[in-house]
Nanobody, 120 residues
Framework: VQLQASGGGLVQPGGSLRLSCAAS????????MGWYRQAPGKQRELVAT???????TYADSVKDRVTISRDNAKNTVALQMNNLNPEDTAVYYC???????????????WGQGTLVTVSS
């Protein structure tokens, strides 16, 4: 099972960026999907999560600027980020809890990370 993230890059303050992540491989079911980020010199922190059912959750620092969405048919999750500021500069990692086979426990999987740089 692999998570492949894409969409990072350089954006000016106030700009927008959309990150995408696709899960591939053989598995039974995907549970929660989400995005984390790690800024230089800081710990990895939650940005947003999207459960299989129920409302998405967001970090206070990105609420009202970020929207997470998922397509269960395509096993993808996306993160639309608006009004970006330099404090959003970080490597963004997609995340998913995946059940490989029926009745097995869910395991955590991470994408390779995609760099978002907000700078003028």
């Amino acid at each position: 099972v692999q998570l492949q993230a894409s969409g990072g890059g350089l954006v000016q303050p106030g700009g927008s960026l959309r990150l995408s992540c696709a899960a591939s491989g053989r598995f039974f079911r995907i549970g929660v999907m989400g995005w984390y980020r790690q800024a230089p010199g800081k710990q990895r922190e939650l940005v947003a999560t999207s459960p299989n059912d129920g409302a998405a959750t967001y970090a206070d620092s990105v609420k009202d600027r970020v929207t997470i969405s998922r397509d269960n048919a395509k096993n993808t999750v996306a993160l639309q980020m608006n009004n970006l500021n330099p404090e959003d500069t970080a490597v963004y990692y997609c995340y998913a809890r995946i059940q490989l086979k029926w009745r097995q426990s869910f395991n955590d999987y991470w994408g390779q990370g995609t760099l978002v740089t907000v700078s003028s």
